[in-house]
């Protein structure tokens, strides 16, 4: 027996600061269609996704940094998108910064939302693993300062039942990090969505940059495989204000194999059929996690609360 879901990959190509985001929802709305004329159940968006990666750059005035975040989901803009989700029956993962208000107390995170094909909400994921830096440091050719205008996402890895079966969110960086896998495997999760924005450019590290669409398969490859786990990455690709970044959105099988993969860095949708009931010959078998997962083996480490490695 199969338990089917055709899940749409819908990469977007570059976002551009002078874009407004009813320009962004039309070229979404284009790929939803597109998906639906293709049977999808699922529709899955990039990492903030409504506007240019605006991290990339510097700003102090808390008004221009705000103007980037949305204080309601669904908000005006973003409203057309859920009609017409609703109305074609297709389900989406849609990555945006929340502004959340508390009272007189704001937080802001790297967020993604879950929604069903009916149109409810089923979950929302705030971002972990928050890379990058949170001063500006002039002589990167473009900043990546994600740690100065979001908060890390105080509810952690959780997965939920959707789509009929069981579905976890993660948020770009978080991808290369085992352990994102392993808390959402750790629930029994089939189909993993993440949205990125990668710039090809590593400052930090530009000897990598040779390897970066190499390093995105290779993490959403394995923690599908090592989870017995559907993974889906899409990403907002081409060169936004200057600063190119990667594409390559893929559907990966929890054997492992990209099943469908874009070619371009503009928009784009890749469909694949997805048998959640693929997940159980791996789970069943080499990643039985309660035959042979030992982590009271595993040693002090695996019992210490912040296990860190030592420093360099
Ligand atoms: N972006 C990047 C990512 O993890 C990055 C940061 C770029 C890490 C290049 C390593 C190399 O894909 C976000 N938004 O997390």
């Known amino acids: 027996m199969a338990r089917w879901v055709t899940v749409g990959a819908a990469q977007l190509g570059p976002v551009q600061r002078r874009h407004s985001r009813a320009e962004v929802?039309?070229?979404?709305?284009?790929?939803?269609?597109?998906?639906?004329?293709?049977?999808?159940?699922?529709?899955?968006?990039?990492?903030?996704?409504l506007t240019t990666f605006f991290p990339r750059w510097f700003m102090t005035d808390q008004a221009e940094i705000d103007s980037f975040f949305e204080p309601e989901m669904p908000g005006p803009a973003t409203a057309p998108l859920f009609d017409e989700a609703a109305r074609l029956g297709i389900g989406f993962y849609l990555g945006y910064a929340e502004l959340a208000?508390?009272?007189?107390?704001?937080?802001?995170?790297?967020?993604?939302?879950?929604?069903?094909?009916?149109?409810?909400?089923?979950?929302?994921?705030r971002k972990?693993?928050?890379?990058?830096?949170?001063?500006?440091?002039?002589?990167?050719?473009?900043?990546?300062?994600?740690?100065?205008?979001?908060?890390?996402?105080?509810?952690?890895?959780?997965?939920?039942?959707?789509?009929?079966?069981?579905?976890?969110?993660?948020?770009c960086n978080d991808r290369r990090w085992p352990e994102t896998y392993r808390l959402l495997g750790l629930q029994g999760v089939e189909l993993v969505l993440i949205g990125y924005n990668t710039p090809v450019h590593n400052p930090p590290a530009?000897?990598?940059?040779?390897?970066?669409?190499?390093?995105?398969?290779?993490?959403?490859?394995?923690?599908?495989?090592q989870n017995g786990t559907w993974v889906v990455g899409v990403a907002k690709a081409g060169d936004e204000e200057g600063v190119p970044m990667i594409g390559q959105s893929a559907i990966v099988a929890p054997s492992g194999e990209i099943v469908a993969q874009c070619s371009t860095l503009d928009d784009e949708l890749a469909v694949a059929r997805c048998d959640l009931d693929r997940c159980t010959s791996y789970k069943t078998t080499v990643f039985d996690f309660g035959r042979h997962r030992r982590i009271e083996h595993y040693g002090p480490i695996a019992t210490q609360a912040a296990a860190l490695p030592p420093p360099l």
């Open 206 to 225: 530009p000897e990598h940059d040779l390897l970066g669409n190499f390093h995105n398969h290779l993490v959403m490859q394995a923690g599908a495989y």
């Open 128 to 171: 972990v693993h928050l890379p990058g830096h949170d001063e500006h440091e002039p002589r990167r050719r473009f900043q990546h300062l994600e740690k100065r205008y979001f908060d890390v996402g105080p509810e952690g890895f959780r997965a939920f039942r959707a789509f009929g079966g069981i579905v976890g969110m993660a948020l």
């Open 101 to 125: 208000t508390d009272g007189d107390r704001a937080s802001r995170y790297n967020s993604s939302i879950l929604v069903e094909r009916d149109g409810s909400v089923v979950g929302k994921y």
């Open 25 to 49: 929802v039309e070229r979404m709305l284009v790929l939803l269609r597109r998906a639906a004329e293709m049977g999808c159940d699922l529709v899955v968006f990039p990492e903030l996704a």
